[in-house]
């Protein structure tokens, strides 16, 4: 089992900046896939970056320029660093981790969620 918390939500300007964390904690967390989703109220969750065992990222088309995915793998914590947010980005924020080497965009693939954590960005 895998347990995900995330944190460093909240309300900021357009072209402000946010980095989100997400603590894991479990059973073979260097095993599994991890990344980041965003979803916003009666659409589905959408995939935006992701990392891999092996370090290695990807990003939806829509945020590569502007967000970072990173992970401190001597204390578990995965980021998500935004930068110069737009109002298009507010979502709830969801960290999640699957057990495979690759990581996918498709959230019917991951098996541990949290609970996610709310970015509002005003114009």
């Known amino acids: 089992q895998v347990q995900l918390a995330e944190s460093g939500g909240g309300s900021v300007q357009a072209g402000g900046s946010l980095r989100l964390s997400c603590a894991a904690s479990?059973?073979?967390?260097?095993?599994?896939?991890m990344g980041w989703f965003r979803q916003v109220t009666g659409e589905e969750r959408e995939g935006i970056a992701f990392i891999n065992i092996y370090g290695a990222t990807d990003y939806a088309d829509d945020i590569k320029d502007r967000f970072t995915v990173s992970l401190d793998n001597a204390r578990n914590i995965l980021y998500l660093q935004m930068n110069n947010l737009k109002p298009e980005d507010t979502a709830m924020y969801y960290c999640?981790?699957?057990?495979?080497?690759?990581?996918?965009?498709?959230?019917?693939?991951?098996?541990?969620w949290g609970q996610g954590t709310q970015v509002t960005v005003a114009s």
């Open positions: 999640a981790a699957r057990s495979a080497t690759y990581s996918s965009f498709d959230f019917r693939l991951f098996n541990f």
């Open positions: 479990g059973d073979d967390i260097y095993r599994r896939s």
